[in-house]
């Protein structure tokens, strides 16, 4: 969600695509991604939705990280491609805005601001994957903690806690001491296992596994392997994080072209809850499913 490319790097992707800027409705509708596991998932999902519409699409999936896919679109070398409603902030130079807090206000900034760049952002999923404090499952059960309201009580009470994180999740204003802050608790140095880059499989494993005595994590609200390494999220009730909910991009003249791309992409993206998305891109990610089996077969779940 959040990694980036040299401008050299971002300048070759987008020189071995070929395109066009005006959409006919004879032309496949070209499909991208980024390039991170759930981008697989949801760029397989917007493509077999669509072919299973009578809809042709062509594949370039995984192209590369937001800079590139974002420069892509606006090119109009793809036509369409999953984003994140919060990345809006990047985008129009908005981070300091309260917007992005309120998931209804996220979209309607982006997909307003985006009109005026010949952009259409559909409908977004509700899971929304942002950075988050996710805490063992037999801890959360044991102690009924649900909400990071739960988990202030709790550490006020003198609970075991100990968290897993990157130091740019502990030092960022925008992370930790802004939910410490929100919340009403501090977590002292003891309590603490600063683990260096911002790799999410990272503190989950320690957690998973108790290192250190670690029981709670950094992760992503959507990050695969919680389920499988017996973690949940703890839900952030006072909206302190950006919301960053995934939703399918598309050029205003390829919509025009090719208009039940709203209505189909809108029935599988309203289905993508947060555990939905959880559990999908595990298959990829923890089982070794392709993302292009893993969505078949959630296409197929949906049919009536």
């Known amino acids: ?42 760029g397989e999902l917007i493509i077999q939705a669509l072919e299973r519409e009578g809809i042709p699409t062509e594949n370039r999936l995984q192209l ?8 892509a679109i606006q090119a109009g ?33 982006v997909r307003e601001r985006d009109a005026d760049n010949g952009l259409v952002w559909l409908r977004p999923a509700s899971a929304n994957n942002t950075w988050a404090i996710s805490l063992r499952e037999d801890v959360a059960k044991a102690n009924d903690l649900v909400t990071l309201e739960d988990l202030a009580d709790y550490l006020a009470d003198g609970g075991e806690f100990k968290f897993a994180a990157s130091a740019e999740f502990v030092e960022s204003a925008q992370a930790l001491p802004a939910f410490q802050q929100a919340y009403g608790f501090d977590l002292s140095a003891d309590q603490l296992l600063v683990l260096s880059g911002g790799n999410t499989a990272a503190t989950m494993r320690a957690a998973a596994q ?95």
């Open 210 to 304: 108790q290192t250190s005595g670690v029981n709670a994590a950094m992760t992503y609200g959507t990050d695969g392997g919680l389920n499988a390494l017996g973690l949940v999220v703890l839900e952030d009730t006072l909206g302190v994080q950006p919301i960053y909910q995934p939703a399918p991009l598309v050029r205003e003249s390829v919509l025009e072209a090719y208009p039940s791309i709203d209505p189909t992409l809108e029935a599988v993206f309203e289905t993508l809850d947060l555990e939905t998305l959880q559990r999908l891109n595990a298959d990829v990610a923890v089982n070794g499913l392709s993302a292009e089996q893993v969505a078949s077969d959630y296409l197929d779940s949906l049919d009536p």
């Open 64 to 71: 590369g990280a937001t800079s590139v896919v974002r420069s």
């Open 1 to 42: 969600m959040r990694s980036t490319l040299t401008p050299a790097l971002a300048a070759l992707a987008l020189t071995a695509l070929t395109g066009t800027a005006h959409a006919q409705s004879s032309d496949p509708v070209v499909v991208s991604s980024k390039i991170d596991t759930e981008g697989a998932v949801l």
């Open 77 to 109: 070398e793809i036509d369409l491609y999953p984003e994140y409603t919060g990345n809006g902030a990047f985008f129009f130079d908005m981070t300091d805005s309260p917007v992005w807090n309120d998931a209804d206000q996220a979209f309607e900034t």
